[in-house]
Nanobody, 123 residues
Framework: QVQLMESGGGSVQAGGSLRLSCVLSGVRNRFTCLGWFRQAPGKGREGIASLWTTRDQYYYSDSAKGRVAISQDNAKNTLFLQINDLKPDDTAVYYC????????????????WGQGTQVTVSS
């Protein structure tokens, strides 16, 4: 059974940084795309970064570009999201997700999800 488990969230002050991790287990066939999403209070889920695993090609949303970096450690089956210069608007539950279909920056059809990790940014 495929499982995705996020960690690394927490409470930080504005201007700080966090590195989120997502460990994948039970994966028999390598996912085509891995992504990070977030859901702020009262808002819908937003895809912010994704990775085409076999091409090491990265995609970032306009809202996240310049402050986040997605990366993977294949040996550890782990996906990372580095977030710098955190702002109160970054407060959200952050999810990692995966899919086998193409177009990694199409965030509508990711179908494997973790439980999420809370990030809270105070001003």
């Amino acid at each position: 059974q495929v499982q995705l488990m996020e960690s690394g969230g927490g409470s930080v002050q504005a201007g700080g940084s966090l590195r989120l991790s997502c460990v994948l287990s039970g994966v028999r066939n390598r996912f085509t795309c891995l992504g990070w999403f977030r859901q702020a209070p009262g808002k819908g889920r937003e895809g912010i970064a994704s990775l085409w695993t076999t091409r090491d090609q990265y995609y970032y949303s306009d809202s996240a570009k310049g402050r986040v970096a997605i990366s993977q450690d294949n040996a550890k089956n782990t996906l990372f999201l580095q977030i710098n210069d955190l702002k109160p608007d970054d407060t959200a539950v952050y999810y990692c997700a995966a899919k086998y279909t193409l177009y990694c920056d199409d965030y509508s059809d990711y179908n494997y999800w973790g439980q999420g990790t809370q990030v809270t940014v105070s001003s």
